[in-house]
């Protein structure tokens, strides 16, 4: 038996609505992946800069403003010399 018009009108939507969340799930994973990237960059950058140069990281420490920016490296020292890898 041939669906009526409501029938494939219905079936349309359906696909539709599918269609928009695998959309969205698409563009949350990719959010996902930039942040990683973000994350593992920003990870490496800061390894470098704390193995190369440890007097502007003590600068930049002791210049920040934000309480949980401070907080963040309450207790933390860098490594030292002997523990750095080049």
């Known amino acids: 038996m041939?669906?009526?018009t409501q029938e494939?009108?219905?079936?349309?939507?359906?696909?539709?609505?599918?269609?928009?969340?695998?959309?969205?799930?698409?563009?949350?994973?990719?959010?996902?992946?930039?942040?990683?990237?973000?994350g593992h960059r920003k990870a490496i950058?800061?390894?470098?800069?704390?193995?190369?140069?440890?007097?502007?990281?003590t600068k930049i420490v002791s210049s920040l403003k934000r309480e949980q920016d401070v907080a963040a490296f309450s207790g933390w020292t860098l490594p030292s010399t002997c523990d750095r890898v080049k």
């Open 8 to 38: 494939k009108l219905e079936e349309a939507e359906q696909k539709a609505r599918e269609a928009m969340h695998r959309v969205k799930s698409l563009k949350v994973e990719r959010s996902q992946e930039r942040r990683r990237a973000d």
């Open 45 to 57: 950058l800061g390894g470098w800069l704390i193995a190369n140069h440890p007097e502007l990281v």
């Open 2 to 4: 041939a669906k009526t």
